[in-house]
């Protein structure tokens, strides 16, 4: 394997960091393996209708992975009520399995929040969150998949 060809990513089951492959796949198998939506938001840099999402409200402990490759991306004790209609997190379980870029898209901004294994598009990070970080990952829930503890 190629050292560009391997990340280290943090497993949260194993609470430590191990080398993995990128996943990198052509554009008409992340349409097969995704749903439209997912697809959209997550290889598209779409984003999904604030309040009418699945992890919005959600409150159950567990893991939130991303839907397109499956990497740990953040905690649910991590997660914050922010009010914006989108799960928000204060921090990712680790700064190894997400990366930012400026984005610069409708005008605007902002930080985009990209899985560090396939690039995927998760959504954008402020710096209006809650001590002790001042950080408010705001998320879609169409990139991410939920595993309940």
């Not at 959209?40 to 490759?69: L, M």
């Not at 990497?71 to 990366?99: M, Q």
Request: charged letters at 30%; aromatic letters at 10%.
């Amino acid at each position: 394997m190629e050292p560009e060809d391997e990340v280290p990513i943090y497993v949260v089951s194993e609470g430590r960091t191990v080398p993995m492959r990128r996943c990198h796949l052509p554009d008409e198998e992340w349409r097969r393996r995704l749903t439209p939506e997912q697809y959209s938001v997550a290889r598209k840099k779409g984003t999904e209708v604030a309040f009418q999402n699945e992890y919005h409200a959600n409150k159950r402990p567990g893991i939130y992975r991303c839907a397109s490759c499956g990497i740990d991306l953040f905690s649910s004790a991590d997660k914050i009520e922010s009010g914006t209609g989108w799960p928000s997190f204060s921090r990712p379980v680790a700064s190894t399995n997400v990366y930012e870029e400026a984005d610069r898209a409708y005008g605007m901004e902002r930080t985009e929040v990209l899985c560090r294994r396939c690039d995927a598009h998760l959504g954008h990070v402020f710096d209006d969150g809650p001590p002790p970080t001042g950080r408010r990952y705001c998320m879609n829930s169409a990139s991410l998949r939920f595993v309940e503890e």
